[in-house]
């Protein structure tokens, strides 16, 4: 059985085109953290962390410090019973969920490289391909516009755009001018929890014949205003994804309890790979929506999501754009993209993902 022979973690740092900004807040440059796990075998997986401390408060230093301390209790163990191994990482890195994250990619990587098998296959390998939406970051209109024409030239044709952390009139005027000059786009709103029911019903209203192009709202009240949610869905008669409302299965259950929302979107970053697991599980078997997304991560982290979510299938909705958004990347492997399509069949063991020869 191959046991941890080591676990390295140091920062991951990868500078952006530019800030890349939400409602709550803006990053400049993806400060994350990166773990190398190493088996008996001679297998080496690679796994990422990707704090985003405008989301969750999360910062590198608390994810190198948290996967540092799990270190020393992880070398020795067999990572072939990696749901239980899983399973005590969560509840050891409570306080920094992308901590979990990265450590359990890591150790799952090198457990599928030393059975040569892909981390699509292992999903179950319904889907060879995924079609992305790309982000269109807060910003004024003249920015928005320039950011849809770069997207258009690109091959997308649906459109998340970062909405909250200004006034109505302002957000309106950016989701007008998006839909002029993309009138044949699919427009997802993304709030990060910024509005209050009123306003984002109240958003809907000021954009006009703009609403025909939007198809999803997500998260636009706060965490646990679950009723806001559910208000949002009914009088838009729009369908409503739960983000920061649901980071475990238990928080699913709550959703489906409330009838609060009809999507979730499972993040690895924001609950680990178990837990997202579990997450996705529960919330098909209630006939709720899916959806995949992430942080700001490089393509390791999101091959992993999108050979979960093409290896499940059945997500509607995929958020997996912000590789686009960094200027370099130390790692070759993954998906491949060709404009808004990722193929995850290309990948032959684990998540596909290396360090290039010039960083290792």
Not at 211 to 235: K, N, S, Y
Request: aromatic share 4%; proline share 4%.
């Amino acid at each position: 059985m191959p046991t941890i022979t080591s676990v390295a973690v140091e920062p991951l740092c990868i500078e952006l085109h530019r800030p890349f900004g939400i409602a709550s807040g803006s990053q400049a440059r993806a400060d994350n953290v990166l773990v190398r796990a190493t088996l008996d075998d001679g297998s080496t997986g690679l796994g990422e962390a990707a704090p985003f401390p405008a989301v969750n408060g999360e910062s590198q230093a608390l994810a190198l410090s948290t996967i540092a301390q799990l270190i020393p209790d992880l070398v020795g163990r067999q990572v072939s019973r990696w749901r239980p191994l899983f399973g005590e990482i969560q509840e050891r890195t409570a306080a920094c969920a992308s901590a979990a994250c990265a450590l359990q990619s890591a150790l799952f990587d090198a457990w599928l490289r030393s059975h040569r098998c892909s981390m699509w296959s292992f999903f179950g390998g319904t889907e060879s391909e995924l079609v992305s939406d790309i982000t269109i970051p807060t910003g004024d209109a003249a920015e928005a516009v320039s950011s849809t024409r770069q997207a258009l030239a690109m091959g997308f044709d649906v459109l998340k755009v970062k909405v909250g952390g200004t006034s109505l009139d302002r957000d309106a005027e950016r989701l007008i001018a998006i839909a002029a000059t993309a009138p044949d786009a699919d427009l997802v709103l993304d709030a990060n929890g910024a509005y209050s029911a009123d306003d984002a019903l109240g958003l809907l209203r000021l954009i006009g014949r703009t609403r025909e192009q939007v198809r999803l709202f997500e998260q636009p009240t706060a965490a646990e205003d679950l009723d806001g949610l559910r208000r949002v869905m009914v009088e838009a008669k729009l369908d409503v994804a739960a983000d920061e409302s649901v980071r475990t299965a238990a928080d699913v259950a709550r959703l489906v309890e409330r009838r609060a929302a009809s999507a979730v979107n499972i993040k690895i970053m924001k609950s680990g790979l178990t837990e997202s697991i579990d997450m996705t599980t529960l919330a098909r078997r209630h006939g709720l929506k899916l959806m995949i997304g992430g942080m700001v991560e490089s393509q390791l982290a999101m091959s992993i999501s999108a050979c979960m979510a093409a290896g499940a299938g059945g997500f509607s909705w995929v958020d997996l754009d912000t590789p686009l958004f960094m200027r370099s990347t130390p790692f070759v492997g993954g998906f491949a993209r060709r404009g808004n399509a990722l193929s995850v069949d290309v990948i032959d063991v684990g998540h596909g993902v290396t360090l290039a020869p010039l960083s290792r």
